[in-house]
């Protein structure tokens, strides 16, 4: 099940969000003050690559501040976007893998400082 839903999610979603993603942690990593949110978009451009088998391990309390201003800018955002998609998925029964695999990338968008995705 693993490789034939990375496979799946690699040609409809994958490709697209994490090039997406990395894009833009590099136009954040341009600027000297916004390396690390550039840094979190990478991991989330890993993440969105090939998710199914990853599990993301949450840790808001190491980095409180980076976590709050990530999610008040981006954050609340895109997490929001997958959870919508993932319960819209969820209602067919061919999708409920993928939506589960966006409720987890939607945890990560979230809060990603100071996760890991193991």
Same mark, same amino acid.
């Given at each position: 099940?693993?490789l ?10 994958g ?7 990395f ?17 979190q978009s990478?991991?989330?451009?890993r993440?969105?690559?090939m ?5 993301v391990?949450c ?5 409180p501040?980076?976590?709050?201003l ?10 929001? #976007?997958?959870?919508l ?9 061919i999708g409920?893998?993928i939506g ?8 990560l968008? #979230?809060f990603p ?6």
């Amino acid at each position: 099940m693993r490789l034939i839903g990375n496979i799946i999610w690699f040609i409809f979603i994958g490709l697209w969000t994490s090039i997406a993603y990395f894009i833009a942690g590099v136009i954040l990593c341009c600027t000297i003050v916004l390396i690390p949110f550039g840094l979190q978009s990478f991991k989330l451009a890993r993440l969105m690559m090939m998710p199914f088998g990853k599990k993301v391990d949450c840790n808001f309390t190491s980095h409180p501040i980076a976590n709050t201003l990530w999610a008040i800018f981006v954050g609340w955002y895109t997490a929001a #976007l997958d959870a919508l998609a993932g319960v819209l998925l969820c209602i067919t029964v061919i999708g409920i893998p993928i939506g589960l695999q966006l409720f987890k990338v939607a945890k990560l968008m #979230l809060f990603p400082f100071g996760s890991k995705i193991l």
